[in-house]
């Protein structure tokens, strides 16, 4: 794995010129109905800078009064609101409900290529610690919470894939591989945007190398000392679920002994983290006869678990769960980390009958105290939301259980403190009492 420079390196950055500071707010002065003279603007409706004033770094539409100066998609717009003040420099996005993306909410910013060579080292340097013989991969870049919005970065040892799912991250696509190669010592930037929220940007499918070639041999990655092949081109999100590395950490602390059952498995990452924890046995299920493939051949590149303790379905999980209970089948542990349900809020009803039904049918096939780890990465359901799911579930079941723990992201997935959004992933270890 290229090293990348150390944060020490970083040194030659004008950090000064990236620390977020307090501003003295910035007032257009225009007769009444005059435009605001400084250029593509975005100028709010009376009482609609609320949220920018809490340094959120969204604008939805219906809080736009008018748009100045013709901007195009992705260019850099100024957000003023009703009575003049500058708010923030930030990424118009005219197809989009979330119109603009704030980059800065220093109103004398200037956002050129240094803006985002300083944004990414940064980012960078704060990762550096996560990386090392035992742990090859990690994310760089965590969009809104790296102050990048749609700018999603994941390093897979000399391969970083990125995703660019914002208008803003689009227009500075090259501007942002470019800082990552820098930052990292990456010898490929591999382009990932094909993301359905690229739709809603008014923005097409885009994959591809941006900057050089990925290796002749694949990816490889290492994860706690066990190995993990990622599909870069074809696999789901970058290729792998990096955001659950802490999470496969407590999965495999307490497999010892038991008998697990991996519902939604990937390409295995629960299931390998499990063997290696001294599982008694391992079941895993997806519908993906290409994601088991590569879970097939993560289980042989890692010679030291016992293949003959795991076994594969291809199978719906909720028809395959169905099958099992029906058929008696118990475990001694259950992990549930399905797709997401609910993109956003408008869907969470119908994701809650979804994870209602897969709590209830993983409570009964767990056996008196015995674990489950629950998770959720939908967007539109909250933790509060989940646990209240969960707990229905188990009411249904007519079981009780406990909080063993509560789990989330790992910490190369930082959440902003005025961005909640960014607090997608939620989970629940239980124990059936």
Not at 63 to 68: I, K, L, N, Q, T
Not at 69 to 85: Q, R, Y
Not at 264 to 279: K, N, Q, R, V
Not at 374 to 395: E, P, Y
């Amino acid at each position: 794995m290229a090293a990348g420079p150390h944060p020490a390196a970083l040194r030659k950055v004008d950090r000064r010129k990236s620390r977020r500071t307090p501003h003295e707010p910035h007032v257009v002065a225009r007769a009444a109905g005059a435009g605001t003279g400084i250029g593509p603007a975005l100028v709010l409706g009376p009482g609609r800078e609320k949220s920018s004033r809490l340094r959120h770094p969204w604008i939805f539409s219906g809080a736009v009064e008018r748009v100045e100066g013709a901007p195009a998609s992705g260019d850099t717009v100024t957000v003023v609101a009703a009575d003049g003040t500058i708010l923030a420099r930030a990424a118009y996005s005219p197809s989009s409900q979330i119109r603009a993306r704030v980059w800065s909410f220093d109103p004398q910013a200037t956002i050129d290529a240094a803006f985002f060579t300083r944004a990414v080292a940064h980012a960078a340097a704060a990762r550096w610690p996560l990386l090392d013989a035992a742990h090859t991969a990690c994310r760089i870049l965590h969009g809104e919470s790296d102050g990048l919005p749609g700018a999603i970065a994941d390093r897979y040892g000399d391969v970083v894939v990125l995703q660019c799912l914002s208008a803003g991250a689009a227009r500075w696509r090259e501007t942002i591989a470019a800082a990552l190669v820098e930052a990292t010592g990456a010898r490929c930037i591999y382009e990932r945007s094909d993301a359905d929220v690229r739709t809603l940007e008014g923005l097409p499918m885009r994959t591809g190398p941006v900057l050089g070639t990925l290796p002749d041999a694949g990816v490889v990655i290492v994860e706690e000392g066990i190995a993990y092949a990622v599909d870069v081109v074809r696999g789901q999100k970058t290729g792998f679920y990096l955001d659950q590395r802490d999470n496969r950490r407590t999965v495999r602390t307490h497999a010892m002994g038991r008998r697990v059952l991996n519902a939604f498995c990937y390409t295995g990452g629960f299931s390998l983290a499990a063997l290696a924890g001294g599982a008694a046995s391992v079941l895993s299920i997806d519908s993906s006869a290409d994601a088991l493939q590569i879970a097939h051949a993560n289980l042989a590149r890692n010679p030291s678990l016992d293949a003959t303790r795991a076994q594969w379905n291809e199978a719906d999980v909720f028809t395959e769960l169905r099958r099992l209970r029906d058929a008696g089948a118990t475990f001694d542990m259950i992990v549930m980390d399905p797709p997401k349900f609910a993109p956003t809020a408008a869907h969470a009803e119908r994701a809650a009958r979804a994870y209602k039904d897969i709590n209830l049918l993983a409570f009964k096939l767990l056996t008196e105290g015995g674990l489950l780890a629950t998770f959720s990465c939908s967007g539109g359901v909250s933790a509060d939301l989940f646990q209240k799911i969960v707990a229905g579930a188990a009411l249904d079941a007519n079981v009780d259980a406990q909080i063993v723990a509560r789990l989330t992201a790992s910490a190369d997935h930082p959440v902003a403190l005025n961005f909640p959004e960014g607090d997608y992933l939620k989970g629940l270890l239980l124990r059936k009492a």
